[in-house]
């Protein structure tokens, strides 16, 4: 197979890295690991100018990813979010990197104020340090003159994704022989499928559409509600739910519109919640005690 070159992936032991990373290798490209687990610290300009090299791609999964972890250690998560995005792009620029591929975050539009969303929707993040912090991340990246992408991914879901979020939570308190907890309910998500993420970031290491924003989700919503009785179905769960109130920062209705991501990237969602699921499930061999 042809060398493409060599593609640096930033947070490369992480979720969303571990999906991507045989995509890119079976593209044809060279792959470099970049993570704080291995020393890396993308906020120290010294490690990136020993992996960075003229011509080279860089996919930039590192973050501070959780909202609760952003919020417990907002310095932190500023740190990573903000400065780690500074100084990436510093050195790329520094080196003559060909591209950055940045992963931010749908939260990045909070408060939501049209459905579905577009890209021409207002960037704030005003709900947590995490959205607020991807918010000024992607600003900064204005700053450089790097050529990049940016992908706002949606809820994201799948195998190994232990850290959090409405579907990990609820098979985890299962698994304890635990009620999940269910906030709200008529509230919806997009939630999107790593394995389409994974295909979306190598399209944009790809893409001739340099110096765009794009949306990466399903372009469909599920409520609360369906998202739990789907897990119960495929589970086997017939237990209690443990109800409680909606919280202050979810909005009632969040779908991201991907129309441009599949007119300029290419990019088309293979997996619905439901196929998504069961694939997951199977993969992890997670079941309802």
């Known amino acids: 197979m042809t060398n493409k070159g060599r593609v640096v992936v930033t947070g490369g032991r992480g979720f969303v890295a571990h999906h991507t990373i045989p995509l890119i290798e079976e593209a044809g490209y060279e792959v470099f690991c970049f993570d704080l ?103 900064i990246i204005g700053r450089y003159h790097v050529p990049h992408v940016v992908l706002r991914y949606s809820h994201l879901y799948g195998p190994l994704k ?26 919806s998500n997009d939630f999107a ?41 495929l589970t086997g769960y017939r237990g209690e739910v443990d109800r409680r109130p909606i919280r202050p920062f979810d909005p009632m209705r969040f779908v991201l519109d991907i129309s441009k991501a599949r007119r300029l990237l290419g990019f088309e969602p293979r997996w619905s919640f439901r196929a998504g699921l069961e694939h997951m499930l199977q993969a992890e061999g997670r079941r309802a005690p």
């Open 37 to 139: 687990v291995d020393g890396q610290d993308i906020c120290r300009a010294g490690d990136l100018r020993d992996v960075l090299e003229p011509g080279c791609k860089v996919l930039n999964l590192a973050a501070v990813s959780r909202f609760l972890h952003a919020d417990e250690d907002p310095p932190e998560a500023y740190r990573v979010n903000v400065g780690g995005v500074a100084v990436l792009f510093g050195v790329a620029q520094e080196v003559g990197v060909e591209r950055v591929v940045h992963a931010s975050s749908g939260s990045v539009y909070m408060p939501v104020w049209n459905t579905p969303i577009t890209e021409d929707h207002p960037v704030i993040g005003s709900n947590s340090h995490y959205s607020r912090s991807k918010a000024l991340g992607e600003e």
């Open 162 to 187: 232990w850290h959090g979020g409405l579907i990990d939570s609820f098979l985890t308190r299962i698994a304890r022989g635990a009620a999940p907890v269910l906030y709200g309910g008529p509230q």
């Open 193 to 233: 499928y790593v394995e389409d993420i994974a295909r979306a970031n190598l399209l944009a290491l790809e893409t001739e559409h340099i110096d765009q924003r794009f949306n990466i989700g399903t372009g469909e919503a599920t409520t609360t509600d369906e998202a739990v009785a789907i897990l119960a179905e």
